[in-house]
């Protein structure tokens, strides 16, 4: 069964600073997606990579097949990306044969003004 | 328009009893998934279910069951409930195919389950 590390599980920055949460998954995946988590409960998909670098807007994700790790980046942060943010791993082959996402803890980000 | 849609958003209701939480997706998805999020926001896959078979079952009390009358609707069902079942459910759907770019999974609302 995969394991989905995510660091820091707590983050408080300053507005303007360039975040960045890590993701470190134990088995190989086909996919992994980053998701954004408001107060209010609802859960957005920000990212799916299996490859490579995508940005949107101010919002970068990185992927390291082989080192299995995968990296969001928050560049001039604002106190609106105050959210949890959760990596989540998909793997075709997982649990006697079965997919499906597996979720690492989430990182609790606050952005002060 | 809502993509993936669940009612209710919030469900109180005592130990003992039986209910169900539905789930309409209208993005011509053909697998759909159910989150369990606990009091720790720490989320677990429960089921999923692709082309109305089940594909997944992870270690989840038989109280629970899905069903899904078409490929555009699963619900869970959830007889004598528990205490501890009180937790956020989440359903999901995606594409089920080969590449990777078909598995970006869509999440519905939430549904906040109290069991008093």
């Known amino acids: 069964k995969n394991e989905v590390e995510q660091s820091p599980q707590n983050l408080t920055a300053q507005e303007g600073e360039f975040i960045t949460i890590n993701c470190s998954y134990s088995?190989?995946?086909?996919?992994l997606h980053w998701l954004q988590q408001h107060p209010g409960g609802g859960i957005v998909s920000l990212f799916m990579?299996?490859?490579?670098?995508k940005k949107h807007g101010r919002l970068i994700a990185t992927i390291n097949i082989q080192e299995k790790h995968s990296s969001l980046h928050i560049t001039a942060s604002h106190p609106r990306d105050s959210a949890v943010y959760i990596c989540?791993?998909?793997?075709?082959?997982w649990g006697g044969g079965a997919d499906g996402l597996t979720f690492g803890k989430g990182t609790h980000l606050i952005i002060q003004p | 328009d809502t993509a993936v849609s669940q009612t209710p958003k919030y469900l109180v209701t005592q130990m003992g009893n039986d209910k169900s939480i539905k789930c309409e997706q209208n993005?011509?998805?053909?697998?759909m998934y159910w989150y369990k999020q606990d009091s720790k926001k720490f989320l677990k896959i429960m089921f999923s279910?692709?082309?109305?078979?089940?594909?997944i079952n992870e270690t989840v009390p038989n109280r629970f069951s899905p069903k899904s009358p078409d490929k555009a609707h699963l619900n869970l069902h959830i007889n004598s409930l528990e205490l501890g079942d009180s937790a956020v459910y989440f359903c999901?759907?995606?594409?089920?195919?080969?590449?990777?770019?078909?598995?970006?999974?869509?999440f519905g609302p939430g549904t906040r389950l109290t069991v008093l």
């Open positions: 088995v190989g995946i086909s996919a």
């Open positions: 989540a791993v998909f793997s075709r082959v």
């Open positions: 999901a759907s995606s594409h089920r195919g080969l590449a990777p770019s078909y598995n970006e999974q869509f």
């Open positions: 990579l299996s490859s490579g670098k």
């Open positions: 993005l011509g998805h053909d697998t």
């Open positions: 279910y692709n082309n109305k078979e089940l594909i």
